[in-house]
């Protein structure tokens, strides 16, 4: 059997129907921003596979790092063992993080640290004889992964899981933030999210949310005066702060971290993605002091969580080399310099009829249309312009590797205006 036809018939992709799959493309090697197919054709990455590439693929740092860590050891329990790829990444992730972030705990994907992150808030509560405090507050149109805990502070409806909505713990969703320009001054609707944690701050263990912008849940932005008023209530209401930077962490919105923006510190933070550069799946959950103790505070309250692959010593040690490459590059100017190239080539996108609406941040620049694409459809066209970027929904985005160059970030943007105004035209249903 063809091996493609094997894929299509034995193997389920993310977000896949194995009666009728989509196409996939088989990939061969990568290397700086480009991917090589099997058939031969290369394409530009548009989407640093899922946010991760941030350095492009088969960069020879990285590669080192990995190669080196290797003749040491793959992997070794991290129960009861240690080794300096984890003291040494812990250590850079405290040191870069704001000030009270003091603790980390490892582990291997990012839902799975939105998990611990769940788990701190309620042990935290439990440990301070509230254990009443055991819901979450959200936002509508956020995204914190495909686990249980995680499922279900995702957006209730575009979130991905309706389905399981019925199986999951019920917490509050307040408005999605907006913010209003007014000569200079941002206003928000931070009145849903005020009502809910002043109705419920009895029962509410901590808020989780996507700083900045919220990624796969709508790819949206919100001004830094809503999160700043989101911490002033999490304070006031003694509620802790869960701010999700797996998307947005290690540069992607033009600060090392998305919180900086509104200059607030979140108790507890999630890390991911672009954690390894895109080499290994690795996540991390920092927490304050007042936390961490706070969870032993009668002496034993243990964080009960373990991994078997915590700490994977060939994961630590390529998320050492990639924070390093990434702070001794000049990486804000590169991410300014992508943001003002995305937002020059990617406005005349709002003349097209289908066009909703364009927006950039950092290296992320999105158009949203007015109705959903046909993923498979779109795909194929802009695989035959040599790119690959894969939209969702209604959305068509950007988050190219950092080391993406002018040619190559101008092939992304026009591939996106060629296919974008051939589509036909927009019909109101
Ligand atoms: C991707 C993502 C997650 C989930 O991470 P996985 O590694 O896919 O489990 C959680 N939160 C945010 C904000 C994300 O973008």
Request: hydrophobic share 40%.
């Amino acid at each position: 059997m063809d091996e493609i036809e094997f894929d299509k018939q034995h193997i389920w992709h993310p977000y896949t129907s194995v009666i009728n799959p989509d196409p996939v493309y088989e990939v061969v090697s990568a290397k700086g921003v480009h991917l090589q197919l099997a058939d031969g054709r290369e394409l530009i990455d548009g989407m640093s596979s899922w946010w991760t590439a941030i350095h492009g693929y088969n960069h020879p740092v990285l590669n080192q790092a990995i190669a080196d860590q290797t003749q040491k050891m793959a992997h070794i329990m991290f129960g009861g063992l240690t080794h300096q790829p984890a003291i040494k990444l812990a250590k850079k992730l405290i040191d870069i993080t704001c000030d009270n972030l003091q603790y980390v705990f490892f582990s291997d994907s990012g839902s799975v640290s939105v998990e611990v992150a769940i788990k701190m808030s309620l042990q935290y509560w439990v440990a301070q004889n509230q254990p009443e405090k055991n819901k979450l507050l959200t936002v509508n149109k956020g995204y914190h992964g495909d686990t249980f805990g995680a499922m279900a502070v995702c957006d209730p409806v575009s979130g991905m899981h309706g389905m399981f909505n019925h199986a999951l713990p019920k917490h509050l969703f307040a408005d999605a933030p907006e913010c209003n320009t007014h000569n200079g001054n941002n206003s928000t609707n931070i009145n849903s999210f005020h009502s809910l944690i002043s109705q419920h701050h009895h029962e509410l263990a901590a808020v989780i949310l996507e700083p900045i912008v919220q990624n796969a849940g709508g790819m949206r932005f919100y001004c830094a005066e809503y999160l700043q008023q989101v911490r002033v209530l999490c304070d006031q209401f003694d509620v802790l702060l869960i701010l999700d930077e797996i998307a947005t962490g290690f540069g992607r919105t033009g600060t090392l971290f998305a919180y900086e923006h509104a200059h607030v510190q979140p108790d507890i933070l999630t890390l991911g993605k672009a954690l390894t550069g895109g080499y290994m799946t690795l996540a991390a959950t920092l927490a304050s002091k007042k936390v961490a103790k706070g969870i032993s505070a009668d002496g034993k309250g243990l964080l009960m969580h373990g991994p078997t692959f915590m700490a994977n010593p060939l994961a630590c040690s390529v998320a050492n080399a990639s924070i390093e490459l990434l702070l001794s590059s000049n990486w804000k100017h590169t991410i300014a310099t992508i943001e003002k190239q995305l937002s020059s080539e990617l406005s005349p996108c709002k003349q097209l009829d289908v066009v909703a609406d364009v927006r950039v941040k950092g290296a992320i620049g999105v158009v949203e249309l007015k109705n959903a694409v046909n993923m498979p459809e779109i795909q194929a066209q802009f695989i035959k312009l040599g790119v690959w970027i894969r939209p969702f929904n209604k959305l068509v985005y950007l988050m190219p590797p950092y080391i993406i160059n002018v040619d190559e970030l101008s092939q992304l943007t026009s591939a996106i205006y060629q296919v974008l105004s051939r589509l036909p035209h927009y019909q109101e249903s």
